[in-house]
């Protein structure tokens, strides 16, 4: 393939009858990239054209359009090889060349039937099926790849300042992932852990990138390595020095291969938990007595997506061709699709392994599209925590940022069994990351609202300072005494008293909570829903001016940074308040063992000791454990407990706001 004016990381899709039936591997920062694959493709009809659109690969955002062409396959001779080279154009700017590609294509009766005919290209080898056929192959994994990116050695400087800014690309078929960037070194230090489902249909190649971030700028390409799953034994930790290509520098990984078959998909009549004694083994795995085993096997959760009422119609017919998505973190499962229908019956049960208990179900609809990408219909976000086991419930579908509601009701009956020691012990590891979709973006909204949660944090503290200082003012003879009192407890004060004083508001907000008096988080809400609504229409109209948007792009990395340093500090500020507030019972009962617990030890060891062995715990770890990855316990806590914001979108989904529908 030739003519390419710039830079790029092109692959090639193919389509008939508006069906995609092949798609390319990628060839990355080439001008003139050679593909070297072979295809067969079975071809219902020789007056379909082969329609084929080359792209530019873009990790994490919108892959760009290079120019497309048409193959005629009756204009071909049969049982002859010819090579064909095909002229790239935009439909919209059709004077603009784009280059060429070229082509060895043979066309030859099939087997059995005259009438049709198989087309071969130079490619790897493929049949052709429907795109959703395809996709739902995909779906069954067999195991799970875990990838810790430890450092980087003797990287390739790219800044005048003779250093980098590296970071990291993952991508294992539709699996994408991207570490954390590490300013001005050539040897960075990550320490990050990425998780991977391996698919049935999917190969076992894990493809890493690695670039220097260049703000304002195209980043710069630094490298590329190629890890063979196929090379690797399971159950396994193997530590791998990569050499990267096309770059300089080698990639320390460790990279571990565990089998899985929690992860199922199954028709309504196959259902386990209906079982009595598979549901009494189950139970036996996940009891108490067995909280130290297996410590990452923290539960099970079954999904059995009933059928679906009053859908959006997606097509011209007044139709659509719903199919159902089930989403738990980075693990997906989908239905089949019912064609023509807008109350369709898939009738399926999914079940997948609970690896953090925080974790959030979500269950999308889609329409089928051929020849385009699918058509959101509407979709519901469950916490784990707040599922109800046994219970049949219809659920209101919602927009994709589940803001408000769609057309139509979903019923599903959900049962999650956990080990809540398990569960416990896993939220005080790094929470695992979703696979990286889109690139954080300028929003006037967001900006507003999250410059509002940080304006709350920071009145909170002047509004207690206040309360302090009142104390003195002798505003309130009652508070001013009981704080006068206070002074007399420093001198009988030890340190275990701060974890047993940290219990203090958990008790009372509890207290609060169960006789219904406790109306501070529904303020909270209030506030948060009315700031959206209120800057939701300006949005809309600033987003007609496409000037606003150009303006911005100069300054747009420090706008984003900025977005996200108050998202960060209000999200912290909310959270321990939240923790306090019982937002979420089990952290808050998790935080009161961790503070009686703390207490208990504080009280019977001396300060000194305590500190002595966290210190040389902290100090040999790099020597027990070189490769560790580092985390903090506590932030890890917090990163389960939900900010203001994310409490909005779960109180969007409560009772209040569903259609519940029970069945005998």
Request: glycine fraction near 4%.
């Amino acid at each position: 393939m030739d003519g390419f004016k710039c830079t790029s990381d092109p692959y090639v899709k193919f389509k008939i009858a508006g069906k995609e039936v092949f798609r390319s591997k990628t060839i990355h920062k080439n001008l003139n990239p050679v593909w070297d694959e072979r295809v067969s493709l079975l071809v219902e009809s020789l007056r379909d054209p082969l329609y084929v659109k080359v792209f530019d690969y873009d990790f994490g955002l919108q892959d760009d359009f290079m120019g497309s062409a048409y193959l005629y396959l009756e204009s071909l001779e049969h049982q002859r090889t010819l090579d064909v080279t095909l002229d790239l154009k935009d439909p919209q700017y059709p004077e603009h060349n784009l280059g060429s590609l070229d082509l060895a294509v043979t066309l030859s009766p099939k087997e059995g039937d005259a009438r049709d005919a198989v087309r071969s290209l130079h490619y790897l080898s493929c049949q052709s099926m429907r795109l959703s056929d395809v996709h739902r192959k995909a779906q069954l994994w067999r195991g799970i790849v875990s990838i810790s990116l430890i450092e980087g050695r003797g990287l390739q400087p790219m800044d005048t300042n003779g250093f980098s800014d590296p970071y990291v690309k993952f991508r294992m078929g539709h699996q994408k992932y991207k570490s954390k960037t590490i300013p001005k070194t050539l040897n960075p230090q990550w320490r990050e852990q990425f998780d991977f489902n391996m698919y049935e249909e999917q190969g076992g190649y894990v493809d890493i990138t690695v670039w220097d971030k260049d703000a304002g700028k195209k980043d710069d390409f630094l490298g590329r390595a190629t890890i063979d799953l196929s090379l690797l034994s399971k159950e396994h930790t193997h530590k791998l020095d990569l050499p990267l290509e096309e770059g300089e520098g080698v990639l320390v990984l460790l990279v571990t291969l565990t089998a899985s078959a929690a992860v199922s998909i199954s028709d309504l009549s196959v259902n386990m938990l209906d079982d009595p004694h598979e549901r009494h083994q189950i139970m036996q795995r996940y009891n108490l007595w067995r909280s130290l085993h297996n410590l990452k096997d923290v539960g099970v959760v079954q999904v059995k997506v009933i059928r679906a009422e009053g859908l959006m119609a997606a097509d011209v017919t007044g139709k659509s061709d719903p199919f159902c998505v089930v989403e738990l973190s980075n693990d997906r499962l989908q239905t089949h699709t019912v064609y023509k229908n807008l109350n369709p019956e898939w009738n399926k049960v999914f079940t997948f392994n609970v690896k953090d208990i925080h974790s959030v179900l979500e269950v999308t609809v889609y329409d089928e599209d051929r020849d385009r990408s699918a058509d959101f219909l509407g979709k519901v976000a469950i916490p784990l925590l707040n599922i109800q086991n046994g219970e049949r419930k219809a659920y209101a579908l919602k927009s994709k940022e589940l803001t408000g509601p769609t057309k139509g009701v979903i019923f599903l009956e959900i049962d999650v069994i956990f080990n809540a020691v398990k569960a416990g012990l896993r939220t005080l590891i790094p929470i695992e990351q979703k696979y990286i979709e889109e690139e954080p973006r300028v929003s006037k909204q967001l900006l507003l609202q999250n410059f509002n949660r940080v304006r709350r944090c920071i009145m909170f503290l002047i509004n207690a300072g206040c309360y302090i200082n009142s104390c003195f003012e002798w505003d309130s003879p009652q508070r001013s005494i009981c704080a006068f009192l206070f002074v007399v407890v420093v001198w009988n004060f030890e340190f275990y008293m701060i974890p047993l004083a940290l219990l203090l508001p958990l008790a009372w907000n509890y207290i609060l909570i169960t006789s219904g008096k406790d109306t501070r988080q529904d303020q909270v809400v209030e506030d948060l829903l009315e700031d959206e609504d209120e800057d939701f229409d300006k949005d809309d109209k600033d987003s007609e001016r496409k000037g606003f948007m150009n303006k911005l792009y100069a300054i747009q990395d420090v706008c984003i940074s900025v977005q996200n340093a108050l998202d960060e500090v209000a999200s912290y500020g909310e959270r321990i308040k939240n923790t306090f507030n019982w937002t979420v019972p089990f952290l808050s009962w998790l935080a009161i063992v961790a503070l009686g617990v703390a207490t208990i030890i504080i009280y019977f060891i001396p300060l000194r000791y305590i500190v002595l062995a966290w210190g040389v715990n902290k100090f040999t770890k790099k020597l027990r454990d070189p490769y560790t990855i580092d985390n903090n316990e506590l932030l890890d806590f917090l990163s389960r407990v939900p900010s203001d914001v994310q409490v909005v979108g779960k109180d969007r989904l409560s009772p209040h706001s569903m259609v519940f529908t029970h069945f005998v």
